[in-house]
């Protein structure tokens, strides 16, 4: 954390230090399919910034479901100046008498879980997470489907900022991958959606801490709004079910509370003062950040 310290520069621009935590939307789940990729989790501490610059935030929307046959949505990506994290890979969907890509989780922030396709029959892969590649790493890859042998649908979790998601297997279907917890807000973002499997005989997989989406008996279930976390994938109970919206991301940025921030151009957002600093959250929207 940094210290609670601005400065004047030559030509009379006010300097201080920012904690910026950048996180995108989640990827959606697969229409009986892989479990959607959490949106990346970028956290840097000690920025340097200037007073009266106008900063550029965009807020990254989760990814939606494409319905039967289509990988899901991939998430959007969020902004804050120049710290971009990757919206999360959509999941895999059940690709029956279509291409077998289809199957595969998608890359992103963190990536989604890989589905069954039986046309060609293919077991899908996970999609790679930390793309593009950031240091430290935004994210991690999705799990894979696992269940050819057998012909069940038992699909793989969508990848989370701490961990992978696990693959699908004889027990049932993967894991969404654990978000990580912000130094900022102490709270848990970006966890992957777990995915979908056969759950007349098989379970569900269960979401990754940090807002992913577990998979029911039937459709997934959304990652939770401004945590970036995927959306749990479709299951099959005797038809084939959406995969659930990947959260929403959000920005926040925590500076000394001398200062003032002014939120344009549509974007959504509150301020909390406490200990000598004040930590502005921005919900939605794309638009400027201004500190005077």
Avoid at 104 to 119: K, L, P, Q
Avoid at 181 to 197: D, L, Q, R
Wanted: hydrophobic letters at 25%; charged letters at 5%.
């Amino acid at each position: 954390m940094f210290a609670a310290k601005n400065f004047l520069l030559a030509g009379g621009a006010r300097s201080f230090s920012a904690d910026v935590l950048v996180v995108a939307g989640g990827g959606a789940g697969g229409n009986t399919g892989g479990g959607g990729g959490a949106g990346g989790f970028r956290e840097l501490l000690s920025q340097s910034l200037l007073a009266g610059i106008a900063y550029t935030v965009t807020v990254g929307a989760g990814g939606t479901t494409n319905g039967a046959s289509l990988r899901a949505g991939s998430g959007s990506n969020s902004v804050f100046n120049t710290i971009t994290s990757a919206g999360g890979g959509g999941g895999g969907s059940y690709a029956s008498g279509t291409s077998a890509a289809i199957a595969n989780g998608g890359d992103g922030g963190s990536g989604g879980g890989g589905a069954y396709g039986d046309s060609p029959t293919t077991n899908g892969a996970g999609g790679a997470g930390n793309t593009p590649s950031t240091s430290p790493s935004q994210g991690n890859n999705g799990g894979a489907n696992t269940g050819l042998k057998s012909g069940t649908i038992q699909q793989g979790g969508g990848g989370g900022a701490s961990a992978v998601g696990t693959s699908g297997g004889a027990g049932g279907a993967g894991s969404g991958g654990n978000g990580s917890t912000s130094t900022i807000t102490g709270s848990t973002y970006a966890g992957g959606g777990g995915g979908g499997s056969d759950t007349r005989n098989y379970s569900p997989g269960t979401a990754g801490t940090g807002g992913g989406g577990a998979t029911t008996n039937g459709p997934g279930n959304n990652g939770t709004a401004n945590t970036g976390g995927g959306g749990g994938g479709g299951g099959y109970d005797g038809g084939f079910r959406n995969g659930g919206s990947g959260g929403s991301g959000v920005v926040v940025i925590k500076y000394p509370d001398t200062l003032t921030i002014t939120l344009s151009g549509g974007l959504t957002g509150s301020t909390a003062s406490s200990g000598g600093y004040k930590t502005t959250t921005v919900t939605a929207g794309t638009g400027t950040a201004t500190f005077a």
